[in-house]
């Protein structure tokens, strides 16, 4: 098997400093120049790989997205045949994840409102989380009636990337327990239907 392409190399190596760049200046931030810097090459360089940077930021989406698909599809291989709700905070709340993720979509999600495509992505990958956590759970719930299983899983998304969004404060290790404890409030909240 032979080497990775060069293209395939220096745009690996562009989006690593992209994401860099976010994370330490946030989307509006990071120009070109900044990423090339952060990259070790010219800003022309840049260009020539990943191409503008309303192209950089779409692909930063399609990569951030992917990415939470792939975290989304290991945690479901992980969670055992019953009992899904529980083993569900679990791994939402009790394990470090990668607060990267999160902020990567905090950036994106704070550019949204300018960028009518970008919008669109993530309405989609948001949607399609509390139809994941939706479908765990009405395993675990088949009785209960779609509005009040909807109600649960969007707060239980939102908890999730709440806690998350602390991490710049260094206040996630503070705010786990009780984020899991209205976690399992919204649980309960299943059993009497």
Same mark, same amino acid.
């Given at each position: 098997?032979?080497? $990775?392409?060069?293209?395939?190399?220096?745009?690996?190596?562009?989006?690593?400093?992209? @994401?860099?760049? &976010?994370?330490?200046?946030?989307?509006?931030?990071?120009?070109?120049?900044?990423?090339?810097?952060?990259?070790?090459?010219? =800003?022309?360089?840049? =260009?020539?790989?990943?191409?503008? =940077?309303?192209?950089?930021?779409? @692909?930063?989406?399609?990569?951030?997205?992917?990415?939470?698909?792939? @975290?989304?599809?290991?945690?479901?291989?992980?969670?055992?045949?019953?009992?899904?709700?529980?083993?569900?905070?679990?791994?939402?709340?009790?394990?470090?994840?990668?607060?990267?993720?999160?902020?990567?979509?905090?950036?994106?999600?704070?550019?949204?409102?300018?960028?009518?495509?970008?919008? @669109?992505?993530?309405?989609?990958?948001?949607?399609?989380?509390?139809?994941?956590?939706?479908?765990?759970?009405?395993?675990?719930? $088949?009785?209960?009636?779609?509005?009040?299983?909807?109600? &649960?899983?969007?707060?239980?998304?939102?908890?999730?990337?709440?806690?998350?969004?602390?991490? $710049?404060?260094?206040?996630?290790?503070?705010?786990?327990? $009780?984020?899991?404890?209205?976690?399992?409030?919204?649980?309960?909240?299943?059993?009497?239907?």
């Amino acid at each position: 098997m032979g080497r $990775p392409s060069k293209k395939a190399e220096r745009t690996e190596e562009i989006f690593q400093a992209f @994401q860099r760049c &976010v994370l330490r200046f946030g989307l509006e931030g990071s120009t070109l120049e900044r990423i090339a810097e952060e990259a070790g090459l010219q =800003r022309s360089l840049v =260009r020539h790989y990943v191409g503008n =940077r309303s192209e950089l930021i779409e @692909q930063l989406a399609d990569r951030t997205i992917e990415q939470s698909n792939q @975290q989304w599809i290991s945690l479901e291989n992980y969670l055992p045949n019953s009992d899904l709700s529980n083993a569900l905070l679990d791994m939402l709340f009790d394990y470090e994840n990668s607060s990267d993720l999160s902020l990567l979509f905090q950036a994106l999600l704070f550019s949204a409102s300018q960028d009518e495509s970008l919008k @669109q992505k993530l309405r989609g990958w948001t949607e399609h989380n509390i139809t994941a956590i939706n479908n765990l759970l009405r395993k675990d719930y $088949p009785d209960v009636n779609t509005e009040k299983l909807d109600a &649960v899983s969007f707060g239980l998304l939102s908890l999730y990337f709440n806690l998350d969004s602390l991490s $710049p404060l260094g206040l996630i290790s503070d705010y786990r327990l $009780p984020a899991k404890q209205a976690a399992m409030q919204l649980l309960k909240s299943l059993h009497t239907d």
